[in-house]
């Protein structure tokens, strides 16, 4: 214990290590600044002076993001969010804030990064705030700030993962609107696939609210620009289910799955959201309980 108390006495305050390594950027020597970050911030870690550690990353990866080193800065962004886990910093409302977050994600976005540079440090910042705060599945604004950049950014969309954050984000709103470009886009016959995804997913969290306004911007979205709601039977099937997930009505939840069947079969995925949705709604037990339940943790480690 008294080797430790001398170890962090010795330790200098963090401005003093980042008023030096601004030095080294400044003198284009931006790799040696970036083991120098690492090893510095790291030094702090280990003598459990979390604040200096992550005030040492937070500037080091703005300034080299600054300098266009995306890598660097990237890189320096995804040890800030993991830090934070470590310090074991409690996540609420203000830390995006207090923390930088939004700024380091401002930050990487701004220098046109790699999609993955941005994903990495925003899908650890969502871990920790998983497991530092009151969401179960991590931070709203942290979920609608991925998908808005890797909607954005990605050069070619997956919309099934895009819609796994907006789903667990808390703008409806932006969602439609992705979701209406991204059908201007897609291949024919994927645009029903994409909506009904979204709305199913809303619902296997039990959010019968934000499904509803969901369907409600995507169609006032789709009249504004003049185009035509994809009419299928796969939507009409969904405008139904919202229906009548606002009554006690499982023998007539059961009868459409079975009316749609062949729609609803389109897509693998589909029968196991609708299992989930049967269990939040009415209570019906999934036949395998461990099916699903690793999807978030294998969506945050394996995309």
């Known amino acids: 214990m008294f080797r430790e108390r001398v170890r962090r006495v010795i330790l200098p305050p963090a401005q003093e290590n980042i008023d030096k390594l ?5 003198e284009g020597n931006y790799y040696g600044a970036q083991q120098m970050y690492k090893s510095t911030s790291a030094r702090y ?4 002076r979390y604040s200096d550690a992550l005030n040492v990353l937070q500037s080091g990866a703005c300034l080299q993001l600054d300098k266009a080193q995306i890598t660097c800065g990237a ?11 470590k310090a074991k910093v409690s996540y609420d409302e203000d830390t995006l804030d207090d923390d930088d977050l939004q700024k380091l994600s401002e930050a990487i976005a701004a220098a046109k990064t790699r999609v993955e540079g941005c994903s990495s440090f ?41 819609s796994f954050h907006f789903v667990r984000g808390r703008n409806p709103k932006k969602f439609a609107s ?4 991204f059908m201007g886009k897609c291949y024919p016959g994927e645009d029903d696939l994409a909506i009904v995804r979204a709305i199913l997913m809303y619902l296997s969290l039990g959010n019968l609210r934000d499904a509803n306004k969901l369907m409600d911007e995507v169609k006032m979205e789709v009249e504004l620009k003049n185009l035509n709601f994809p009419s299928s039977e796969l939507t ?5 289910l919202l229906l009548t997930l606002q009554r ?5 939840f059961n009868m459409l799955r079975q009316t749609y069947k062949s729609s609803i079969d389109r897509e693998s995925t589909f029968n196991e959201l609708l299992d989930e949705i049967a269990e939040k709604f009415y209570g019906v037990r999934r036949r395998n309980p461990l099916e699903g339940i690793g999807d978030f943790f294998k969506m945050m480690g394996g995309e």
């Open 22 to 26: 601004e030095k080294v950027i400044k």
């Open 45 to 48: 870690v280990s003598a459990e």
């Open 75 to 85: 890189e320096l962004s995804l040890l800030f969010a993991e830090t934070l886990a």
């Open 122 to 162: 925003l899908k650890a910042a969502i871990k920790w705030s998983a497991e530092f705060g009151a969401h179960r599945y991590g931070s709203p604004e942290l979920h609608d700030m991925l998908a808005d950049y890797m909607y954005s950014e990605s050069p070619e969309v997956d919309i099934g993962k895009v």
């Open 178 to 181: 992705a979701l209406v470009n």
């Open 236 to 240: 009409q099937f969904v405008n139904y």
């Open 248 to 252: 006690d009505a499982l023998p007539l």
